[in-house]
């Protein structure tokens, strides 16, 4: 149970990981100059010292992590190569709506791209800066917090009228 547990563990900690660096495709940027299997190792030893592990159970979960890393690498490929394959079907599939578009529609069509790739790049930024992105209706003036206050408890609400 302890072994399936650390692989699916591993592999979940893989795939965060990947799926990150996938979206933004580019390199992970180093943490504080270690390669990978440093900072994993870091991250496994804390994770060691936290729960208290003994040395034969930090050698135990060192080996269930490797054994789980092996069993990941070819899912993590075969991701790549899906990803790569989903891009060429959204590209072509874009140049066929294209090329039912008249020249007007495709210079307008132009204009909206320009626009929404204009809105993403602020807002990719804006999140950089850590500003928030919410729209929604914003709180009453009094209130400070991030969100509403919450609604009144039932001892304070008042009851409907009797009918009879």
């Not at 900072?39 to 135990?60: C, D, F, I, S």
């Not at 993403?120 to 709180?139: C, I, L, S, T, Y």
Request: glycine content about 4%; overall charge positive; aromatic content about 4%.
């Amino acid at each position: 149970m302890r072994k399936w547990f650390y692989s699916v563990c591993a592999a979940a900690m893989m795939l965060g990981i990947t799926e990150v660096c996938a979206q933004e495709n580019r390199p992970m940027p180093p943490a504080q100059g270690l390669r990978h299997e440093q900072r994993m190792e870091q991250m496994e030893n804390k994770l060691a010292q936290e729960l208290g592990l003994t040395a034969e159970q930090q050698v135990q979960a060192k080996k269930i992590h490797q054994e789980g890393r092996k069993m990941v690498k070819p899912l993590m490929d075969e991701m790549k190569d899906i990803r790569k394959k989903m891009d060429e079907l959204r590209q072509e599939n874009m140049k066929e709506f294209e090329a039912i578009l008249t020249p007007d529609q495709k210079a307008k069509f132009e204009k909206i791209k320009a626009e929404r790739h204009e809105k993403w790049k602020q807002m990719k930024d804006r999140m950089r800066k850590g500003k928030k992105m919410h729209k929604g209706p914003r709180p009453h003036p009094g209130h400070t917090g991030d969100f509403p206050p919450p609604p009144p408890a039932p001892d304070d609400m008042p009851l409907p009228p009797f009918e009879d």
